[in-house]
């Protein structure tokens, strides 16, 4: 008779913790920051289809990195049990903490069964309140952690490194405007193999920006910025390539006429 194999049940936990952190770590960053009349997401995302940032009740969204067929499916149940409550109770008895932890049950649950593979997924969950104190944002790791988020908060990609740009350049109560630069430079903000620091300017067709703004008039606070709105708030942060300067370099301020006269001719030949 053959030794059953054994593990145990500490190198197991490991094993599964490792296999969804490079799950996760093989997609894009994910940044929401607290700008002064909301919530603001951000992240890097060509799909016009697939979205990350997504809306799950009056004033509460969703935002998610990694497996996109289990975080959608997350959404779905989010958005499925926000709906149930608010319909039998209350629309205000549908909170963000009561999602939040309905997630952790979630996928506490599925990581510590031993009959599937953990998800490999990362996910936000964001509560606007009519003051910016009441402002929640809850973050919700594979294993079902919850973190109760405070400015800012990054999950998935190289977050390590982004964090650390947010945590020099972040402002507290900023306008949606200056909380954007700050976030899309956060996402460009990146480091090659030897360790070294470099920045990128990402497209607006590539970003997706959403936001949870307390002065909209609807009731639900969730809205889309589009690529037109987004260029506009970026719009004095240079230009999205490397800009070519002449060889014989700038002209010289002797070279150019004073405001207000009229180009001096030159004198004929000879």
């Known amino acids: 008779m053959s030794t059953p194999f054994y593990v145990s049940p500490e190198q197991l936990m490991k094993d599964r913790a490792d296999f969804a952190r490079k799950g996760i770590a093989r997609g894009r960053s994910v940044v929401v920051v607290q700008y002064a009349d909301g919530v603001l997401f951000v992240s890097e995302n060509p799909s016009q289809a697939l979205h990350?940032?997504?809306?799950?009740?009056?004033?509460i969204a969703f935002?998610?990195?990694?497996?996109?067929?289990?975080?959608?499916n997350l959404r779905i149940a989010g958005v499925r049990l926000a709906d149930?409550?608010?319909y039998a109770y209350d629309r205000r008895d549908v909170t963000g903490r009561g999602l939040a932890n309905a997630y952790a049950q979630t996928l506490g649950t599925i990581f510590s069964s031993g009959g599937e593979k953990p998800y490999e997924v990362e996910i936000f969950v964001a509560e606007i309140g009519d003051d910016p104190a009441d402002d929640q944002i809850y973050r919700?790791?594979?294993d079902g952690q919850v973190a109760d988020e405070h400015g800012y908060?990054?999950?998935?990609g190289?977050?390590?490194t982004v964090a650390a740009y947010l945590r020099e350049h972040y402002t507290p109560a900023a306008p949606l405007s200056e909380a954007l630069h700050v976030a899309v430079a956060a996402l460009g903000h990146t480091a090659d193999d030897r360790g070294e620091a470099s920045d990128r300017v990402i497209p607006a067709d590539d970003l997706e920006v959403a936001v949870l703004d307390r002065n909209r008039s609807q009731s639900r606070k969730f809205s889309r910025v589009r690529p037109a709105r987004i260029s506009e708030l970026l719009a004095d942060r240079g230009p999205e390539?490397?800009?070519e300067v002449s060889p014989a370099g700038p002209a010289s301020t002797a070279d150019q006429p004073s405001e207000g006269e009229p180009p001096v001719a030159p004198p004929p030949a000879g």
């Open 63 to 72: 935002a998610a990195v990694g497996r996109y067929n289990e975080f959608e």
């Open 153 to 156: 908060a990054v999950m998935g």
């Open 84 to 86: 149930m409550r608010g």
């Open 52 to 59: 990350k940032v997504s809306e799950i009740y009056d004033r």
């Open 158 to 160: 190289a977050a390590d």
């Open 140 to 142: 919700l790791t594979y």
């Open 241 to 243: 390539g490397p800009s």
